[in-house]
C-alpha cells in the first residue's frame, strides 16, 4: 500500500537524458539499501556521480558516503564497466560509446536520526542527502524513485506525486526535491486528518504511548496558529508528520511538505513532556516557512558537496525557537505558566553558558558547522547556540516593537513581509534585508541594536525587556547559596569524573581539567553525591585542597572559591508592574 496525496502523468514530461533511481531492500537485518541509478540516453565519454556530504536543515558535514560500499556500474544487460574513486564522494564511470548505465551500490543504515537512514526488520527510513548520488549538472533534471519493500505488508509514506499506473513509483521533480523527501517503509500507524480544507497525516513507527487523537487535535490548533501568522496560507498540498518513537532519542527536521521527528516513546503522559513535544512539532512545522522558504541568500541554491556558510541561521533557528514557545500557549495547549517556565529555562540556559561572552550571535551561525554539532567538554565555554541566543534576540526584537507600537505590531509583521518578498518567490535574503525590514516594522533604526547583539558579545538587556512587560528575572540558589567552585561531576564506575569546567571559574584557574577524577577536598574522599556537601562547610575567598587524578598523575591544588553563583532563573511577575506593562504583557500571552 502506498500513502501519497497526488499521482502524476509522466507524458507530459520530456527530457533527453532520464534518470531512475531504485531503492530495495531484500535483507533489512542487514541494515543493507541496495540503491540502482538508471541512467538512459547518455551522451558523454564519461559519467560523473557525487553523494552529497550534508543534508539542508541539519549543518555538519556527516560524510554519507562513508557508508556507501560494493559499488560497481553495468549496462542493462549486465556487462561491467569501469570506473574509478575520484575523491571521497566522486566516482566516474567509463561510458565512451554507452548510453544506457546502470549504477549498483549498497547504503549501510543503522542510525536512527532525523538526518541519516535507518534500516531492520520493522521499517526502512532513507533520506535522500544521506542515500542517494547525483549526476553533476542535472540537479535539476527531473527523474523517478521506485521503492521494492521486502514484504508486501509494507507500507510506503512520502509526500512525492505517485506515477499512474506504478506500484510504489514516484515521480520527483529535481535533486533537491529527492533530498526533500523523506520516505518511510514498513509496518507502522498512518491517521490522516483534514485541517484548513488541506490533507495531512501523521506517520508514526515505533511502540510508546502516543496518543494520536490528542496528537491531531493539538496538531490542529498548531497548524491554524502558524496559519495566521503568515497570513492564513498554507502553502502545500498536502503535509505528514513522520514520527519514529525510540528509546532515547530526540530532534526533528523540516522540509517543505513534511517533518521528521525523533522522540522517546514514552513521552507522552507527563505533561511537561508532552508540552516539549508540542514544541517540537511547532518548531518543524513553522520551518515551513521560515528555512524551507524563507531562507537566507547563502542557501538559496544548495551546494552539497561542501560547506554553504551563513551568518543569519541566527533568524532560520533563532526566531523559529522563540515562537515554539509561543506558539503551544497561543494555541492553547498549555497555559502561562508552563510559558513562563520554559522561557525561564531558556534563560537560565544562556546565562549560565560562559560561552555567551566569548562567541557573538553571528559567528555561532557562521560557525555552525564546526562548532554546534561537533560539541566536547569545552563547548559551553567558548560556543553560543544560535538556536538560544537567536531565540533571545527575537525576543528582544519582538518585545521592543509590541512596546512601540501597544501590540499594534509585532515580529509577526516582519515574517509577512519577509514571506511576500522572499517566501512566495523562494528568493534568499540577505543578513542586511532583514534587518532593514525588522526596522521598518519597528519604526527605528535598529542598526546599533544589531551590531551589538549579532557582532559582539554584550549581554542582553533581558531585565529592561521583561520589565517592560511587567516581569522580573529571578536568580534561584539551589540547593543553597554554595561557593562557587565552577565544576559539574558525575559518578561513573566508581569513579568520579569531572565532566565539564567553566571559564574562568575557581576551578578552572587552579588547572583542573575535563575527564579529570575528583578524589577528595581537604583530603576528604568526596564523590558527586557529597560534593554540596563539602561546599556548605566553606564561603567565598576561603582556598581549599582538591585532589585529583589528571590523567594518571596525582595532584593536589589550591583552589579559592568565589562568590555564589545562581544554578537557575524563572520568570516571574513583578506583583509592582504598572497597568501599561500588564496590558503589554496581555497583549503578546494573548493575541
Known amino acids: 500500500m502506498v500513502h501519497t496525496a497526488t499521482t502524476f502523468s509522466t507524458t507530459t514530461v520530456q527530457s533527453k537524458v532520464a534518470i531512475a533511481y531504485r531503492v530495495a531492500m531484500p535483507q533489512p537485518q542487514t541494515h543493507l539499501f541496495e540503491v540502482t541509478i538508471a541512467v538512459s540516453q547518455w551522451e558523454a565519454a564519461k559519467l560523473d556521480l557525487k553523494m552529497p556530504v550534508w543534508t539542508p536543515g541539519s549543518y555538519m558535514v556527516r560524510e554519507y558516503s562513508r557508508h556507501l560500499q560494493d559499488f560497481r556500474a553495468t549496462t542493462p544487460t549486465g556487462t561491467e564497466l569501469p570506473w574509478r574513486k575520484v575523491s571521497k564522494n566522486h566516482w566516474q564511470i567509463e561510458t565512451e560509446n554507452i548510453a544506457d548505465i546502470q549504477v549498483h551500490y549498497r547504503v549501510y543504515a543503522n542510525d536512527l536520526s532525523v538526518r ?155 505533561p511537561d513532556q508532552y508540552n516539549r513535544f508540542m514544541q517540537l512539532v511547532a518548531h518543524e512545522f513553522f520551518h515551513l516557512w521560515n528555512v524551507k522558504r524563507i531562507r537566507p541568500k547563502e542557501l538559496e541554491t544548495f551546494d552539497y558537496e561542501t560547506e554553504n556558510y551563513t551568518p543569519s541561521l541566527w533568524f532560520a533557528e533563532g526566531v523559529t525557537s522563540y515562537y515554539d514557545l509561543l506558539i503551544p500557549l497561543w494555541a492553547g495547549i498549555y497555559d502561562k505558566a508552563f510559558f513562563l517556565e520554559s522561557l ?41 547556540s544560535y538556536y538560544l541566543k537567536g531565540a533571545l534576540v527575537a525576543l528582544l526584537l519582538d518585545l521592543k516593537i509590541r512596546d512601540r507600537h501597544q501590540n499594534q505590531k509585532s515580529l509577526h509583521d516582519v515574517l509577512r513581509i519577509l514571506w511576500e518578498k522572499f517566501g512566495k518567490p523562494e528568493v534568499g535574503f540577505t543578513a542586511t534585508q532583514v534587518e532593514q525590514i525588522i526596522s521598518y516594522v519597528a519604526g527605528e533604526d535598529l542598526t546599533a541594536f544589531f551590531q551589538t547583539y549579532l557582532h559582539t558579545t554584550a549581554e542582553l538587556p533581558l531585565e529592561a525587556a521583561l520589565a517592560d512587560f511587567g516581569l522580573q528575572l529571578k536568580p534561584i540558589f539551589e540547593p543553597q547559596e554554595l561557593p562557587y567552585l565552577g565544576i559539574t561531576v558525575a559518578d561513573q564506575n566508581n569513579r568520579t569524573v569531572i565532566q565539564s569546567v567553566n571559564y574562568d571559574s575557581p576551578a578552572h584557574r587552579a588547572g583542573i581539567d575535563p575527564e579529570d577524577e575528583l578524589l577528595a577536598i581537604a583530603n576528604y574522599r568526596t564523590t558527586a553525591e557529597q560534593l554540596n556537601g563539602r561546599l556548605q562547610n566553606y564561603q567565598a575567598g576561603d582556598t581549599i585542597s582538591i585532589t585529583i587524578f589528571h590523567q594518571d598523575q596525582l595532584k593536589t591544588l589550591a583552589v579559592t572559591l568565589a562568590a555564589p553563583q545562581p544554578s537557575s532563573y524563572q520568570v516571574v511577575k513583578n506583583p509592582q508592574a504598572t497597568a501599561e506593562q500588564l496590558q503589554n504583557l496581555e497583549g503578546w500571552l494573548n493575541p
Not at 496560507?233 to 514520527?243: A, K, R, T, V
Not at 546565562?351 to 559551553?380: C, H, M
Open 116 to 270: 541519516t537512514n535507518h534500516l531492520d526488520e520493522t521499517h526502512g527510513y532513507f533520506n535522500g542527502a544521506a542515500l542517494f548520488c547525483f549526476i553533476p549538472g542535472y540537479q535539476d533534471q527531473a527523474c523517478t524513485l521506485a521503492v521494492e519493500p521486502p514484504h508486501i505488508a509494507w507500507e510506503v509514506n512520502t509526500t512525492l506525486p505517485l506515477i499512474e499506473d506504478q506500484d510504489n513509483c514516484f515521480w520527483v521533480e529535481n535533486f533537491d526535491v529527492l533530498v526533500d523527501s523523506p520516505v518511510e517503509v514498513g509496518i507502522h500507524e498512518s491517521h490522516e486528518f483534514l485541517c484548513e480544507g488541506k490533507p495531512h497525516r501523521w506517520v508514526v513507527w515505533g511502540e510508546g504511548n502516543f496518543d494520536a487523537e490528542k496528537a491531531i487535535a493539538d496538531t490542529k490548533k498548531i497548524i491554524q496558529t502558524e496559519a495566521k501568522i503568515f497570513g492564513g496560507e498554507l502553502p502545500y498540498d498536502e503535509y505528514m508528520f513522520l514520527l519514529h518513537l525510540s528509546g532515547s532519542g530526540y530532534g526533528g527536521l523540516e522540509h517543505k511538505e513534511s517533518c521528521s521527528l525523533n522522540y522517546p516513546r514514552f513521552g507522552f503522559k507527563k
Open 344 to 384: 525561564g529555562k531558556d534563560l537560565s540556559r544562556y546565562l549560565l553558558t560562559p560561552g555567551r561572552l566569548v562567541q557573538p550571535l553571528a559567528e555561532s551561525s557562521f560557525d555552525a558547522w564546526i562548532k554546534l554539532y561537533r560539541r566536547e567538554a569545552y563547548s559551553n565555554n567558548n560556543q553560543m
